[in-house]
């Protein structure tokens, strides 16, 4: 029976136990919730192109923000939906709340443009209102091109949207002046196909980071005016209005959880090719 | 009656609550109806047809109403197929949201029949029905009765219940399970992510850019590169700026190159299922006893 060595500084370089792994980068996103070191955020273009779009949408036209997110990506789509709720007012538009793709999420979203409506005064039916969930995905998003009021029927409250202040005058397509989609999902897809691609309506999207790589090419296509990736993009556009909120302390932590994982990758690495040197002499 | 005249009036909003009621009790006696004639007379082969038949009809319907020349009606370019598209798209969400139903019919099942037999984890299928059982009641009743909290700020019992339920339960487990996946990728990362190559090389320096570009201790760690100047084009190397040419002239081509294949393959995949090509489609892999019910399956086995 062969004995086995006991490994060598190098292998156990690489063999950090996972339990060690899951304590530090707790310890550091703990650490930068409690005691962030805050680092300027400079906004980048696809954030701009968002900020831009919103405040480039005529007065009597309305916004959408289709909120397709709930709570297992609140952490990003949750900072991103009440930043762009906060730019919306503060360029003094109307926005309507949709959601097609998660019933649970309706509520989230909901909470939060509450919250940030009664910091600007904004009242429901009047400067903002929620639609609510609606099944049938491409189906809503056709029916809405053609007669919103059909489409939608009634809101979040049972209320028919035809009743609502807001919604005077809101027949159809036309009367959309830029469509923001929120989601974890590919739910831009469905507003690139139906309502961008065949109206022409303005549509920007806020999406997890780790979605934002496949949307790029819609962005050099000028299909989407702009893009908020992530906690960054919250982040980014809470920079741009002045005032830093969730977003802001998000980026804390992920900064130093990035800087985390790429140190545990640069010690694997490191304990690989000196093992590697050492086992070729 | 015309064809669309009739179907837009079978999937035209209910009137009133009655009209609503009675349209649903109607359509759920109907549908039961069919549903039992079929499974009684519809063997295998007869099952097959109507399915497949369906699924062509459906796509043929919006495939030739894309496709079909149109002439200008009140302003909107429409051909003899465009009032049937209407219907057939509630028709396609209401079959949707049978799904639903489907789903929970489902886990009733499976729940129900670990719970009865004591199997390991039945306390799981417990709390699974305790939940289903309690969200369903409270939304019901919330729903129905539309009360709004009083003038001190109370909420009335059945939706401070759900307050607790969805903002003090629901919402943090659901977000607690997916921010596990950050500790399994920096796990991950850390365990898999060697430089055995030259390509492994090249994907961890573009990583490491990309992950220091997305956060601001990156743009911090070389904000004292010049972007103006005469050494302005040294600007080129901020983290910043590197992780977004990476992400447009690099991403962006991959990304397209990646949707074309993928739209193609998907139309691809289209045109079997519709016209009933794809292996699997409906029941041919199923054996023809859990087709044909308990008396054929028995005869097989005898």
Redo the contacts between chains.
Sequence with gaps: MSQTASPSLWQRLQQ?P?GY??AL??AVVVWQLVWPIR????P??PTDGVFDAIRAVPNDKLIIISADW??????ETGPQTTAIMHAIFRAKRKFALLNLATP?GV??ANDRAVAVAKQYGARYGVDWCNWGYK??GS?VV??LAKNIQAAI?IDH??TPVGKLPMMAGVKDVHDIGLVIEVSGSQMTELWLQFFQGTYGTPLANAVT?VMA??Y??Y??SHQLQGML??A?GA?EMEALLRSPGQGYAI?SA?????????L??V???LG??LARKGERR | MPGPLLAAALFA?AANRSDLLLRLFASVVLSAVLLMLAHKFLRRRGRRVLIVAVTFLGGLLFTLEYFWPTHLVKGRQVNFLTDWI?PA??A??II??FTVGLGVHSLTQVHGRLLLRRRPGWHNSLAFFISMVAMFVLVLWDFSA?AKPSAAGVLPFHNAVYEIL?NGI??????A???LL??Y???A???A???RSAEAALM?AAA?IV??A???????LTHGIPQAGPLGYLGFFRL?RLG?WI??SW???A??GI?FGVAVGALAMSLRIWLSLERGTFFSQQPEASVEGNSAGSATES
């Design positions: 950090i996972r792994v899951y980068l707790a680092l300027p955020i400079a980048s273009t709930d709570a297992s990506t609140q952490a649970a509520k989230l099944y049938g189906n056709i029916g029927q409250d049972n980071a790589p496949g790029y090419p962005l050099d990736v992530g960054k982040a980026m992920q900064s130093w959880a990035h800087v985390l994982i790429l545990l990758i010690v694997g690495n690989y090719l | 909003p209407e798209t509630i396609l969400s949707g949201a539309k969805f629901y919402q943090p487990l659901i977000a399970t997916f921010s950050a500790f990728i920096a796990s990362a850390y365990r992510f060697r430089i961890m490491f992950m220091l997305q956060v601001p201790l990156g743009a911090w910043e977004d992400m447009k991403n962006s081509p990304q397209r949707t």
